[in-house]
Structures are given as structure tokens and as C-alpha cells.
């Protein structure tokens, strides 16, 4: 079981919807991270978010929007995706961003 | 720039054998190391994570070790069993990268019965 769950397990969109993939821990960590993995490639960060503070990945779309409620939550929203999207999107958190990071399950999109 | 490599990209050994995975990166500015696994379409586990100030971490039948001045990192397996089948990835923080995690590209380790 991990610490990081992550809500749904599996999205199937069409390019014109709009969606929202959830995060949530409760450690108490301070930083939470999303990363885009493809196939058979390691993770790319997409977005930190740590103590209060936004940090973007510059070469993420703005048809992906991140979203912190609160210190626990972390969503992605989504909006007008490609097939190029399509991929597994990973949730993470550390205790601040020098610390181990803890993964969650992920979310496979698939985007038709 | 920071770059982590892993070579090879796969390996397969028989099951009971002890075994070694790399990781390489090119700046010696490492802050720490964090070696993780992942299961197929699922998401990442982390293993040991050493810091630039130690050596050596192990957690059971893993020991990872860390070299700053050759820029190496290795995971041992000991007693290798089909479960420890999956993916293994290395991810470096590095101090001139935000501390950001500059991922290998994994090497997929088969235990063959």
C-alpha cells in the first residue's frame, strides 16, 4: 500500500473534456510533485509545489493546471489534451524537496 | 548539465544469484542518490536513498553504495528471487539543480526460475 493515493486509476478522455486528476497524502510532507512518465522512459517533472510556492516545468503545456486546496491535496487539472498525452501521471511527496520523495500509484490517461 | 546513466538496459540472471545494477552520473556536486522500483504500469517504490556524506544504505537483501569521485552508484541484490523482477531506477539530486531529481533511464531486471 503507499502513503500517496491517487484518484482514478484510469482516465479515458476525449480531446475536448475536461478532467481533474487527484492527489493526496497525509505524512504531513510539505512538497508534492506531478510527473509524466511514458513508456519505458523515466519520470519528467511537470510541477512542485512546495511550502506554498508553484514551480513549473517550462515545457509543460498550459492545457495542464495544477491546483493545491490545501497542504495534503494536490489536483491536476486538464483540459484539451492531445493523443500525445497519453501516458501514466505520478504523484509524489517528500518532507521538503531535499527529502526522499514517495510515489503514489499513478493514473494511466489515455486520450482518445 | 546532469546526467544519469544506466547501463545495461536489461539483464536477466537465474534466480539465487547475487547481482549488480549501475548508475553512473557525470556531476560530482551530488547531493544524494535515491534508487527506486517499479512494477509494470504501476508506480515507483523507493528502495535506499543515500546521502553524498555516506557511502553505504541497505535495507534487507539490498545495499546500495555511492563513489562521488568515480561518479558511481551500484545496487546489490543479494539471493535474487522472480519477485524481484521489475524496473530499477536511479535518480540523482544534484546541487546545481534546484534539487531536482535527474533520473537514469532504469534497467528492467528479469529473475528467471
Known amino acids: 500500500d503507499t502513503e500517496v493515493t491517487q484518484t482514478p486509476k484510469h482516465l479515458v478522455m476525449g480531446m475536448t473534456n475536461k478532467k481533474s486528476l487527484k492527489c493526496e497524502q497525509h505524512?504531513?510532507?510539505?512538497?508534492m510533485y506531478w510527473y509524466k512518465q511514458k513508456a519505458k522512459k523515466p519520470p519528467e517533472l511537470m510541477f512542485v509545489y512546495s511550502y506554498e510556492k508553484l514551480s513549473i516545468n517550462e515545457s509543460v503545456p498550459s492545457r495542464f493546471s495544477p491546483e493545491c486546496p490545501n497542504s495534503s491535496l494536490l489536483n491536476l487539472h486538464l483540459h484539451a489534451l492531445q493523443p500525445e498525452d497519453s501516458a501514466l501521471y505520478l504523484c509524489?511527496?517528500?518532507?521538503?524537496?531535499?527529502?526522499?520523495?514517495?510515489f503514489g500509484d499513478g493514473t494511466r490517461l489515455s486520450i482518445l | 548539465k546532469q546526467e544519469v546513466t544506466q547501463i545495461p538496459a536489461a539483464l536477466s540472471v537465474p534466480e539465487g544469484e547475487n547481482l549488480v545494477l549501475n548508475c553512473s552520473f557525470t556531476d560530482s556536486a551530488i547531493y544524494n542518490l535515491q534508487w527506486f522500483r517499479q512494477d509494470p504500469g504501476k508506480g515507483l517504490t523507493s528502495l535506499l536513498l543515500?546521502?553524498?556524506s555516506q557511502r553505504e544504505q541497505t535495507s534487507g537483501r539490498l545495499n546500495a553504495s555511492l563513489d562521488k569521485s568515480s561518479g558511481r552508484s551500484t545496487l546489490y541484490i543479494a539471493a535474487s528471487q522472480p519477485g524481484d523482477s521489475a524496473t530499477y531506477l536511479c535518480a540523482g539530486r544534484f546541487m546545481d539543480s534546484n534539487y531536482q531529481l535527474i533520473w537514469g533511464a532504469g534497467t528492467k531486471l528479469i529473475i528467471k526460475p
Open positions: 543515500i546521502q553524498s
Open positions: 509524489a511527496s517528500s518532507q521538503d524537496p531535499n527529502q526522499p520523495q514517495h
Open positions: 505524512m504531513g510532507h510539505r512538497a
